[in-house]
Protein backbone atom coordinates (compact mmCIF):
# COMPACT_ATOMS: atom_id res chain seq x y z
CA UNK A 1 0.00 0.00 0.00
CA UNK A 2 1.01 3.00 -0.79
CA UNK A 3 -0.03 6.30 0.92
CA UNK A 4 0.27 10.37 -0.19
CA UNK A 5 -0.40 12.92 2.21
CA UNK A 6 -1.66 16.33 1.88
CA UNK A 7 -3.67 19.39 2.94
CA UNK A 8 -1.54 20.16 5.69
CA UNK A 9 -1.02 24.32 6.20
CA UNK A 10 -0.60 27.19 8.17
CA UNK A 11 -4.16 28.08 10.24
CA UNK A 12 -5.00 30.60 13.02
CA UNK A 13 -6.62 28.95 16.39
CA UNK A 14 -10.15 28.34 16.17
CA UNK A 15 -9.99 27.72 12.24
CA UNK A 16 -10.37 24.02 10.21
CA UNK A 17 -8.20 21.87 8.17
CA UNK A 18 -8.90 18.94 6.27
CA UNK A 19 -5.80 17.16 5.35
CA UNK A 20 -6.08 13.93 2.99
CA UNK A 21 -4.26 10.64 2.25
CA UNK A 22 -4.52 9.28 -0.78
CA UNK A 23 -4.15 5.45 -0.49
CA UNK A 24 -3.10 2.94 -3.82
CA UNK A 25 -2.07 -0.96 -4.27
CA UNK A 26 -3.56 -3.88 -2.51
CA UNK A 27 -7.22 -4.47 -1.68
CA UNK A 28 -7.76 -1.74 0.83
CA UNK A 29 -10.84 -2.95 2.15
CA UNK A 30 -8.36 -5.30 4.44
CA UNK A 31 -6.93 -2.54 6.11
CA UNK A 32 -7.35 -0.30 8.97
CA UNK A 33 -6.47 3.42 8.25
CA UNK A 34 -4.74 6.02 10.95
CA UNK A 35 -3.74 9.52 11.46
CA UNK A 36 -0.90 10.29 13.88
CA UNK A 37 0.95 13.28 14.32
CA UNK A 38 4.01 14.20 16.04
CA UNK A 39 4.86 17.41 17.37
CA UNK A 40 8.72 19.00 17.49
CA UNK A 41 10.49 17.00 20.32
CA UNK A 42 7.79 14.49 21.34
CA UNK A 43 6.72 11.10 20.40
CA UNK A 44 4.31 10.30 17.70
CA UNK A 45 0.65 10.04 18.92
CA UNK A 46 -2.43 8.86 17.88
CA UNK A 47 -4.89 10.78 16.11
CA UNK A 48 -7.42 8.85 14.55
CA UNK A 49 -8.48 5.33 13.06
CA UNK A 50 -10.74 3.71 10.55
CA UNK A 51 -11.86 0.63 9.32
CA UNK A 52 -12.47 0.49 5.34
CA UNK A 53 -14.45 -2.65 5.86
CA UNK A 54 -16.96 -1.72 8.14
CA UNK A 55 -16.33 2.31 8.70
CA UNK A 56 -15.92 1.87 12.46
CA UNK A 57 -13.92 5.05 13.92
CA UNK A 58 -11.61 5.76 16.90
CA UNK A 59 -10.52 9.16 18.20
CA UNK A 60 -7.60 10.08 20.64
CA UNK A 61 -9.41 11.76 23.59
CA UNK A 62 -7.85 14.83 22.58
CA UNK A 63 -9.33 15.29 19.81
CA UNK A 64 -12.55 13.71 19.99
CA UNK A 65 -15.71 16.19 19.34
CA UNK A 66 -13.28 18.59 17.00
CA UNK A 67 -11.82 16.12 14.55
CA UNK A 68 -13.22 13.61 12.23
CA UNK A 69 -12.18 10.59 10.28
CA UNK A 70 -13.48 9.71 7.15
CA UNK A 71 -13.30 7.85 3.97
CA UNK A 72 -14.42 8.27 -0.35
CA UNK A 73 -13.99 4.67 -1.53
CA UNK A 74 -14.10 5.74 -5.21
CA UNK A 75 -11.25 8.18 -4.46
CA UNK A 76 -9.48 5.49 -2.06
CA UNK A 77 -8.93 8.33 0.13
CA UNK A 78 -9.02 9.32 3.85
CA UNK A 79 -9.72 12.57 5.28
CA UNK A 80 -9.48 14.08 8.89
CA UNK A 81 -11.65 16.63 9.36
CA UNK A 82 -9.81 19.38 12.02
CA UNK A 83 -12.41 21.86 13.69
CA UNK A 84 -11.29 24.56 16.51
CA UNK A 85 -7.34 23.71 16.38
CA UNK A 86 -5.46 25.12 19.06
CA UNK A 87 -1.98 25.76 19.47
CA UNK A 88 -1.53 22.32 20.50
CA UNK A 89 -2.77 20.40 17.38
CA UNK A 90 0.76 21.93 15.75
CA UNK A 91 2.77 18.62 14.49
CA UNK A 92 3.47 16.37 11.41
CA UNK A 93 0.46 14.52 10.81
CA UNK A 94 0.54 10.79 9.09
CA UNK A 95 -1.67 8.73 8.04
CA UNK A 96 -0.61 4.59 8.02
CA UNK A 97 -1.95 1.61 7.11
CA UNK A 98 -1.98 -1.36 9.49
CA UNK A 99 -4.06 -5.31 8.57
CA UNK A 100 -5.94 -5.44 11.83
CA UNK A 101 -8.64 -3.23 13.69
CA UNK A 102 -7.28 -3.98 17.07
CA UNK A 103 -4.06 -2.66 17.17
CA UNK A 104 -5.31 0.95 15.51
CA UNK A 105 -3.77 2.82 17.89
CA UNK A 106 -0.83 1.15 18.25
CA UNK A 107 1.49 3.08 15.74
CA UNK A 108 4.47 -0.03 15.72
CA UNK A 109 2.09 -2.10 14.54
CA UNK A 110 1.79 -0.23 10.98
CA UNK A 111 3.43 -1.28 8.09
CA UNK A 112 2.56 1.45 5.64
CA UNK A 113 2.96 5.14 5.95
CA UNK A 114 2.79 8.49 4.17
CA UNK A 115 5.18 10.84 3.85
CA UNK A 116 3.40 13.57 6.70
CA UNK A 117 1.84 17.32 6.26
CA UNK A 118 2.65 19.72 8.79
CA UNK A 119 -0.19 21.84 10.48
CA UNK A 120 0.47 25.02 12.45
CA UNK A 121 -1.63 26.66 14.38
CA UNK A 122 -1.19 30.38 14.83
CA UNK A 123 -2.47 32.24 18.27
Known amino acids: VQLQASGGGLVQAGGSLRPSCAAS????????FGWFRQAPGKERRFVAG????????IYADSVKGRFTISRDNGKNTVYLQMNTLNREDTAVYYC?????????????????WGQGTLVTVSS
Open 96 to 112: AATTAWRWVRFASKYAY
Open 25 to 32: GRTLDTYT
Open 50 to 57: IDWRDDST
